[in-house]
């Protein structure tokens, strides 16, 4: 049996819905099952999302999220970035694109998967919570479920990326809220920020 069992390949989703119910098998995403034993880690997270449908598009935010540190069943939409700044969206899309780019160090390739890096993966979803709330407190209470799942050293890669970040939108705010949700405590901690 495959690492990764997807509807129609070769078996039909009520197949795998039995197979699940027999206790052979897990869901890991929406469309994709895996034998029970299986080891999830980056790699096959990566191979369950799989490939973007449409091309210069790179996994990013909380799809990116789920491949590095992810628990339970992967997102139902998944998220991605433009590799190059561009129009890249269509209103049928069945995903979500964000209009970007993603280049260099901020890029990462997982089981030949392109994946925004975990700092940047980090940087995006902190940007998304400060510019869906506005709110350094708001955007930092919708961020802690998400920072749990990292490890302490990652934090503090994250934390020391945001310092490298200049000329981007609200990285003043992006690092203040960081430092409550990254912080060695949690709290932010006694970490110094660069204020650039």
Same mark, same amino acid.
């Given at each position: 049996?495959?690492? &990764?069992?997807?509807?129609?390949?070769?078996?039909?989703?009520?197949?795998?819905?039995?197979?699940?119910?027999?206790? @052979? %098998?897990?869901?890991?995403?929406?469309?994709?099952? %895996?034998?029970?034993?299986?080891? &999830?880690?980056?790699?096959?997270?990566?191979?369950?999302?799989?490939?973007?449908?449409?091309?210069?598009?790179?996994?990013?935010?909380?799809?990116?999220?789920? %491949?590095?540190?992810?628990?339970?069943?992967? !997102? #139902?939409?998944?998220?991605?970035?433009?590799?190059?700044?561009?129009?890249?969206?269509?209103?049928? =899309? !069945?995903?979500? #694109?964000?209009?970007?780019? %993603?280049?260099?160090?901020?890029?990462?390739? &997982?089981?030949?998967?392109?994946?925004?890096?975990?700092?940047? #993966?980090?940087?995006? @979803?902190? @940007?998304?919570?400060?510019?869906?709330?506005?709110?350094?407190?708001?955007?930092?209470?919708?961020?802690?479920?998400?920072?749990?799942?990292?490890?302490?050293?990652?934090?503090?890669?994250?934390? =020391?990326?945001?310092?490298?970040?200049?000329?981007?939108?609200?990285?003043?705010?992006?690092?203040?809220?960081?430092?409550? &949700?990254?912080?060695?405590?949690? #709290?932010?901690?006694?970490?110094?920020?660069?204020?650039?």
């Amino acid at each position: 049996m495959d690492d &990764v069992l997807r509807i129609g390949e070769p078996l039909t989703y009520t197949e795998l819905m039995d197979l699940a119910l027999d206790g @052979l %098998v897990f869901r890991l995403t929406d469309s994709c099952w %895996v034998p029970v034993g299986t080891r &999830v880690d980056a790699e096959l997270r990566a191979r369950a999302l799989g490939r973007p449908a449409a091309r210069g598009l790179v996994l990013s935010h909380h799809s990116a999220h789920w %491949v590095w540190w992810g628990v339970g069943t992967g !997102p #139902t939409t998944r998220e991605y970035t433009t590799r190059s700044r561009r129009r890249a969206r269509r209103a049928d =899309d !069945p995903w979500i #694109t964000y209009e970007r780019w %993603v280049q260099g160090g901020d890029l990462a390739r &997982v089981a030949g998967i392109e994946v925004t890096a975990p700092a940047r #993966t980090l940087y995006d @979803l902190v @940007l998304l919570a400060w510019e869906d709330s506005g709110d350094e407190e708001q955007a930092a209470a919708r961020l802690r479920r998400s920072a749990a799942q990292v490890p302490a050293a990652e934090r503090a890669e994250f934390l =020391d990326y945001l310092d490298d970040q200049y000329r981007r939108p609200h990285v003043r705010a992006l690092r203040r809220v960081a430092a409550q &949700v990254f912080g060695p405590d949690g #709290t932010g901690g006694d970490r110094g920020i660069n204020r650039r």
